[in-house]
């Protein structure tokens, strides 16, 4: 069974940097994808930053392009992601996904596995 946990959320003010961890069990880090997902109040939730383990792609939302950077650290499983600049926009619940299918592009639709959130929030 896979699940995941997420933890680095936290308070800091406009131009900070936070770093969101993963923690994955049942699923190992070598083929699939995993994603990180945003969702603000009163707004849908979004995906921000994935990372293909066949040819090891990255993707970011033109929103945090620049500014995040998603990782992946062997040996423990465990996906990150960096946050540095972080503007007020940036507040929202931060979700990690898993889709555990062989891909060698990710979809944002295929994420069946979820975390329950870590909350970041940017004040000016």
């Known amino acids: 069974q896979v699940q995941l946990m997420e933890s680095g959320g936290g308070s800091v003010q406009a131009g900070g940097s936070l770093r969101l961890s993963c923690a994955v069990s049942?699923?190992?880090?070598?083929?699939?994808?995993m994603g990180w997902f945003r969702q603000a109040p009163g707004k849908d939730r979004e995906g921000v930053s994935s990372?293909?383990?066949?040819?090891?792609?990255?993707y970011y939302a033109d929103s945090v392009k620049g500014r995040f950077t998603i990782s992946q650290e062997y040996g423990k499983n465990t996906v990150y992601l960096q946050m540095d600049s972080l503007k007020p926009e940036d507040t929202a619940m931060y979700y990690c996904a898993a889709d555990p299918v062989p891909r060698a592009r990710c979809n944002w639709d295929s994420f069946g596995y979820w975390g329950q959130g870590t909350q970041v929030t940017v004040s000016t």
């Open positions: 990372i293909s383990f066949i040819g090891r792609r990255t």
């Open positions: 049942g699923y190992t880090l070598r083929s699939g994808c």
